[in-house]
C-alpha cells in the first residue's frame, strides 16, 4: 500500500469526521438511537447491526451526539474503500486500485451515506466490500492464469459468512448472495462451487451469522420479511416518466460526472461478459443497480437502494479510466480536479448551511442578508437534539419531564429524535402513538401505558395526522365525527389524543434556534390518565 494509498484514506477519513461533528442527525439516525436503547435480537424494519454501529461511538465516548452515534461508520467505511481499493489491485493492478479509490472516495453518496451517516447501509458496505476482496481471491487465484483451472477452496465457506453477515446489516446482503450465485452458474469452471463440500459450509455460515435475525423473525411471526416485501409491491402501473426520474436522482446522488460514466462503462462492457472477470462485477453490480432503476416505474425508491450496485460497478470504471489515464493523463487528471472541487465546493456550502444557517433569510451572518426562509427550508427539519436536552435539563420542563410517566410523540421518527435528546437525562420510556410505529411496538406494550400520564412532545412538522392515521384508526374501531376530514386536510393529533386520555394540557413551545433565528418549534403537552391502550396494529398490545 503506496503513501498515495494510506493519504487518500487519511484525508478521507478526517474529511468525513469534521462534516459528521458538524452536520446534525438526521431523521433515522435519532430513530436507530432507539436500537440502542432497546438492544434486541433483530427489529421490525431492520436487521440489528446499525444498533451495534451506533452503540459503538456511545459506549467509547459515554455520550449520546451526532458525532459518537459516527464513529462506528467512519471507521467502516475506511476499511470498505480499503478493501476495494485491495479488490481492484487484486483483479487489475495498482494504479487501477489507486484510481477506484480516488473515485470512490468522491462519489458524495458513499461518503456521506456509507461513511458519515449512522444508517444499515454503513456495516452492510463494510462486510460487502470484504466479500467483494476475498471473493475476487478466490475466484481468480493469483498464481494461476489458467481460470479454467480453478478449484475451490475454504474461502467459500468464508464468503457464505461475510453474505450472512451484510445482510445482518441490511436486508440488501441477500442480493449479494444472489449475484455470487449468478456468477458461478454462468462461468463454467466456477459451477464447481455447486458440487463442492464447501457450499455446505458456505450455507452453514451464512445461516449462523444470521441467525439472531431469522430467531427473532421466527418469534414474530416473521414480520420484518413482510414489512420489506411488501415495499417490493407495485403502487400503480408502470410509468415511464417516473423511471427516467429514478435514473436521473441516481446520477445526481452520484455526482453526474460520476454518474454518466459509471453508467456507460458498465452498460458497455454487458457484451464483453465472457470476460470472467468482467462477468463477476457486472453480476454483483448491474441486478442490483439496474433492478431498482426498473422499480423506480412502479414504485418510489429510496437513493440508498441501488447504491450497492453502484458501489460494486466502481471496480470497473477505475479500470476503464486507468485504460484512459494511460492515453489521456492530462484530461483524466482535470476530470478528477475539476468535478471534486465542484463537488467539495457544493458539500461546503450545504453543511454550512445546515449548520450555521448561512443562507437563511435574516440569519445572523447569512451571504447578501440570507434567500431562504426557515419555514422553507427543509434543512430545518433536522432537530438540534442538544437545544431540546438543555431546555429538558432546565426550568420549567424539567419539572414536567419529572411528572411525566412516559414520554411520547405522534412519529416515529420524532420519537426518534426524543429518545436521542432525552434518553441520556431520562430512563422514562419514550414511545409513540400512531399506527405507524416501527420498531417502537416491540420495544413497549400497548397497555403498559394505561392509567399513567404522559408528555407528549411533537413538531410544528409532525404535529398533525393525516388520512392514513385516520383511517387506520377506524379500521379497529375507534372513530369520532370530529376526526371527519377532506381531501388534502389533516387534524392536529392532540385533538385525537384527547379521546384516550382524561386530559390534554397545552404546556407551551420550546423554540429551536440557528443562526439568531427560531427555525423549529417543539411543542410540548401534558396528558393527564391514558384511558385505554392506544391501537397497534402490530407489535406487543
Not at 476482496?133 to 457464505?160: N, Q
Not at 441490511?170 to 449475484?179: A, R, T, V
Not at 478528477?336 to 451572518?365: C, E, N, P, W, Y
Not at 385516520?470 to 376530514?485: C, K, M, R
Amino acid at each position: 500500500m503506496t503513501a498515495e494509498v494510506i493519504w487518500t484514506l487519511v484525508l478521507g477519513l478526517l474529511a468525513r469526521g469534521a462534516i459528521a461533528w458538524l452536520l446534525p442527525p438526521g431523521f433515522d439516525e435519532a430513530y436507530y438511537t432507539g436500537y440502542v436503547r432497546h438492544p434486541q435480537m433483530s427489529y421490525f424494519d431492520h436487521p440489528p447491526m446499525v444498533g451495534w454501529v451506533a452503540g459503538l461511538g456511545i459506549a467509547l465516548t459515554g455520550d449520546v451526539t451526532q458525532f459518537s452515534i459516527r464513529i462506528g461508520p467512519l471507521l467502516l467505511f475506511t476499511a470498505s474503500l480499503y478493501f476495494l481499493y485491495r479488490t481492484s489491485c487484486h483483479l487489475f493492478d495498482e494504479a487501477t486500485g489507486r484510481l477506484t479509490l480516488i473515485l470512490t472516495s468522491l462519489v458524495p453518496f458513499f461518503g456521506v451515506g456509507f461513511g458519515i451517516l449512522t444508517l444499515p447501509d454503513s456495516p452492510l458496505m463494510f462486510f460487502w466490500s470484504a466479500c467483494l476482496w476475498l471473493a475476487s481471491v478466490e475466484f481468480f487465484p493469483k498464481h494461476s492464469d489458467d481460470i479454467g483451472l480453478y478449484r475451490p477452496t475454504w474461502r467459500v465457506g468464508a464468503i457464505g459468512g461475510l453474505v450472512g453477515l451484510a445482510s445482518l446489516g441490511k436486508y440488501h446482503g441477500f442480493l449479494l448472495g444472489l449475484g455470487l450465485v449468478l456468477f458461478c452458474g454462468l462461468s463454467a469452471p466456477h459451477r464447481r462451487v455447486f458440487r463442492s463440500g464447501w457450499l455446505i459450509g458456505a450455507i452453514a455460515a451464512f445461516v449462523l451469522f444470521l441467525s439472531p435475525m431469522l430467531i427473532w423473525n421466527a418469534q414474530h411471526d416473521w414480520v420484518s420479511f413482510r414489512f420489506q416485501g411488501a415495499r417490493a409491491v407495485p403502487e400503480g402501473g408502470y410509468r415511464i416518466g417516473d423511471l427516467l426520474l429514478t435514473l436521473l436522482v441516481g446520477v445526481a446522488y452520484l455526482f453526474p460526472s460520476f454518474g454518466v460514466p459509471l453508467w456507460w462503462t458498465n452498460l458497455r462492457q454487458v457484451p464483453a461478459w465472457q470476460n470472467p472477470k468482467y462477468l463477476w462485477i457486472l453480476c454483483l453490480s448491474l441486478p442490483i443497480y439496474g433492478g431498482f432503476t426498473l422499480m423506480g416505474g412502479y414504485r418510489q425508491v429510496l437513493p440508498s437502494w441501488p447504491m450497492p450496485g453502484f458501489f460494486g460497478a466502481m471496480l470497473l470504471l477505475g479500470h476503464r479510466m486507468a485504460i484512459a489515464q494511460g492515453h489521456q493523463p492530462r484530461l483524466i487528471r482535470r476530470w478528477l480536479t475539476i468535478s471534486g472541487g465542484i463537488m467539495v465546493t457544493l458539500l461546503l456550502i450545504a453543511l454550512l448551511h445546515v449548520r450555521f444557517g448561512i443562507i437563511q433569510k435574516d440569519g445572523a451572518g447569512a451571504i447578501a442578508g440570507g434567500i431562504w426562509q426557515p419555514v422553507d427550508d427543509p434543512s430545518t427539519q433536522l432537530i438540534d437534539v442538544a437545544q431540546v436536552r438543555a431546555a429538558f435539563q432546565s426550568s420549567p420542563w424539567r419539572e414536567s419531564l419529572e411528572q411525566a410517566d412516559f414520554v411520547f410523540s405522534n412519529n416515529f421518527f420524532f420519537a426518534g429524535q426524543m429518545i436521542m435528546a432525552l434518553g441520556k437525562i431520562t430512563d422514562k420510556p419514550i414511545t409513540c402513538f400512531d399506527t405507524d410505529i416501527r420498531g417502537f411496538a416491540y420495544w413497549s406494550r400497548a397497555r403498559d401505558f394505561v392509567g399513567k400520564n404522559g408528555l407528549y412532545l411533537t413538531s410544528e412538522q409532525f404535529q398533525f395526522f393525516d388520512q392514513r392515521a385516520i383511517a387506520d384508526l377506524a379500521a379497529v374501531g375507534e372513530t369520532n365525527p370530529a376526526w371527519q376530514l377532506g381531501a388534502d386536510e389533516r387534524l392536529p393529533a392532540a385533538m385525537v389524543y384527547r379521546a384516550f386520555f382524561e386530559s390534554m394540557t397545552d404546556l407551551g413551545r420550546i423554540p429551536l434556534q440557528r443562526a439568531g433565528g427560531v427555525v423549529q418549534i417543539v411543542h410540548v403537552y401534558r396528558a393527564q390518565n391514558l384511558q385505554r391502550p392506544y391501537p397497534r396494529p402490530y407489535g406487543y398490545y
